[in-house]
């Protein structure tokens, strides 16, 4: 089946530093682009930000609420991605998601067709 | 940054009803808009994108429409397992965004 299973989420202090980890299954890793989405509780979502492929030299895109400060990074030969968060605040406190970007023939990113099942991040003193 | 609007942020039906949901976009995004179902505790499930194409799975009583500044998801029976909130997302230009979310509840 494919799927993502994002883990790493938990409890922090504000200031403090989590990673998140997306492990992927039954498709090709490498070549689609990589998103995290995130949702704050009762709330709606939030793009968080992307990572390109290996052809387009592994770029990334961040949301403005959390550049400089939240890192994305894959390993293609894990089928991993990974969100490392610095600087932590109170409104960073979600579900956090990642998601698969679907291509249409050659244009990428045209929607995002596989979530994982998110995992939780809170930051409270 | 490109703001989506959706309208209603709240709706109540019945089963068997038509229902719209419209996404407006503060400039025009094409047609890069996809829409998503979201069940509590659950994550978003793809139902459209690039505006109206189905994507593979999701039943045909679902269906988009529009480009530009405007579109609309329509249900044309409501079905009890449809009960969820509906999100649309712009997928034209960085940051990427979503509207604030259709929760579509039973009257």
């Known amino acids: 089946e494919v799927q993502l299973v994002e883990s790493g989420g938990g409890l922090v202090q504000p200031g403090g530093s989590l990673r998140l980890s997306c492990a992927a299954s039954?498709?090709?890793?490498?070549?689609?682009?990589m998103d995290w989405v995130r949702q704050a509780p009762g709330k709606g979502l939030e793009w968080v930000g992307r990572?390109?492929?290996?052809?387009?030299?592994?770029?990334?895109e961040y949301a403005a609420s959390v550049k400089g400060r939240f890192t994305i990074s894959r390993d293609d030969s894990k089928s991993s991605l990974y969100l490392q968060m610095n600087s932590l605040k109170t409104e960073d406190t979600a579900v956090y998601y990642c998601?698969?970007?679907?291509?249409?023939?050659?244009?990428?990113?045209?929607?995002?067709?596989?979530w994982g099942q998110g995992t939780m991040v809170t930051v409270s003193s | 940054d490109i703001q989506l609007t959706q309208s209603p942020s709240f709706l109540s039906a019945s089963v068997g009803d038509r229902v719209t949901i419209t996404c407006r976009a503060s400039?025009?995004?094409?047609?890069?808009l996809a829409w998503y179902q979201q069940k509590p505790g659950k994550a978003p499930k793809l139902l459209i994108y690039?505006?109206?194409t189905l994507q593979s799975g999701v039943p045909s009583r679902f269906s988009g429409s529009g480009s530009g500044t405007e579109f609309i998801l329509t249900i044309s029976s409501l079905q009890p397992e449809d009960f969820a909130t509906y999100h649309c997302?712009?997928?034209?230009?960085?940051?990427?965004?979503f509207g604030g979310g259709t929760k579509v509840e039973i009257k």
């Open positions: 998601a698969r970007n679907m291509r249409l023939g050659a244009t990428r990113g045209v929607a995002f067709d596989i």
């Open positions: 039954e498709f090709t890793f490498s070549d689609p682009y």
């Open positions: 990572i390109r492929d290996k052809e387009h030299s592994y770029t990334t």
């Open positions: 400039q025009g995004i094409s047609s890069y």
């Open positions: 690039v505006a109206s």
């Open positions: 997302q712009q997928l034209n230009s960085y940051p990427l965004t």
